[in-house]
């Protein structure tokens, strides 16, 4: 009686285990493959100022082309990493770039407040890097390619962070003239035009530097649509990232280090806000591509290799 029940024990264990295997299995085989992509996009890209100024604009473009890979925890979640190159051209502009500076003497040591004005102001920033993304993906089940659920298109989104490693980052500033004029409190009266004291219109100056090797980490988005085509996904998108450091921050000064005409040709960038921020705005498309295997072949969408 003993062995009869421990037999029958044996059995119900064994077959537990079998149907735990073969679930397992079933939930294994659900699993998307694993994707290789190729990827491109590219849209507009400007500078975030904080706090904002109505007086400055910044516009510009960028792009960027690499690969990636893909590896699925389930059919709704992956971990995306990649490798490519990018470009940014931006221009922030200010038409009229005032700075009061209170309290200055002059050789009577009579004080005033000195007004200057940059006009036309306008700064370029050009920047060839190398780019690698490190992203969470969400995405719809679409199913696979041999079971019932074969849809042609879902959804998807990303989020997480790229690393932009600059290997040529050059700007370059402009401005057509420099104006200094400067009013007596105690007098309640302007001069304009008194060369001898810095006082009245120069010519202005341009400038190009390059910034040494940094790193520009962004926050990444992405979201669209990803579609079943012959030779596999393929994704169509938006993305939006935006900076968390301006690496050009440190070759900014305060404007006030540059007040006379003779510190011109000494100037660097000046300080244009409290914070700017880089951000980037556009379409991004994505060819998927996968391979699924067992022991004694390898699948690729619509074509079987036997392995050697």
Not at 62 to 76: M, R
Not at 201 to 214: A, R
Not at 238 to 265: C, H, M, T, W
């Amino acid at each position: 009686m003993k062995i009869a029940i421990m037999q029958r024990i044996s059995l119900v264990t064994k077959h537990f285990f079998l149907f735990f295997a073969l679930g397992t299995l079933n939930v294994s085989g659900q699993k998307p493959s694993n994707e290789y992509t190729v990827y491109g996009g590219g849209g507009l890209a400007a500078y975030h100022f904080y706090p904002s100024k109505k007086n400055i604009s910044s516009r510009g473009y960028e792009g960027d082309a690499g690969v990636g890979f893909t590896a699925f925890l389930n059919q709704n979640w992956g971990i995306h990493i990649g490798a490519g190159t990018g470009f940014f051209n931006v221009k922030n502009k200010v038409d009229d770039f005032l700075f009061i500076t209170p309290d200055q003497k002059d050789c009577e040591d009579n004080p005033f407040d000195l007004y200057t004005t940059l006009h036309d102001y306008m700064e370029t920033h050009k920047v060839f890097t190398l780019t690698v993304p490190l992203m969470l993906q969400f995405q719809t089940n679409m199913g696979q390619p041999n079971s019932n659920k074969n849809e042609k298109m879902g959804y998807y989104a990303m989020a997480g962070v790229k690393i932009y490693f600059p290997f040529n980052y050059s700007y370059s500033y402009e401005f057509t003239s420099l104006n200094n004029a400067a009013y007596y409190p105690d007098f309640d009266n302007w001069i304009n035009t008194l060369p001898i004291l810095g006082l009245d219109t120069f010519d202005g100056n341009s400038v190009t530097e390059k910034i040494q090797f940094s790193v520009l980490p962004f926050f990444a988005f992405e979201t669209g649509a990803k579609w079943r085509i012959k030779t596999g996904y393929l994704y169509t998108g938006l993305f939006f990232d935006y900076g968390l450091y301006n690496s050009a921050r440190k070759n900014r000064v305060p404007y006030s280090n540059y007040i006379y005409p003779e510190q011109v040709n000494e100037m660097t960038l000046p300080v244009l806000s409290k914070t700017m921020n880089l951000i980037a705005t556009g379409i991004k498309l994505r060819l998927a591509f996968f391979r699924t295997h067992n022991s004694c072949s390898y699948k690729w969408w619509g074509r079987k290799n036997v392995k050697d």
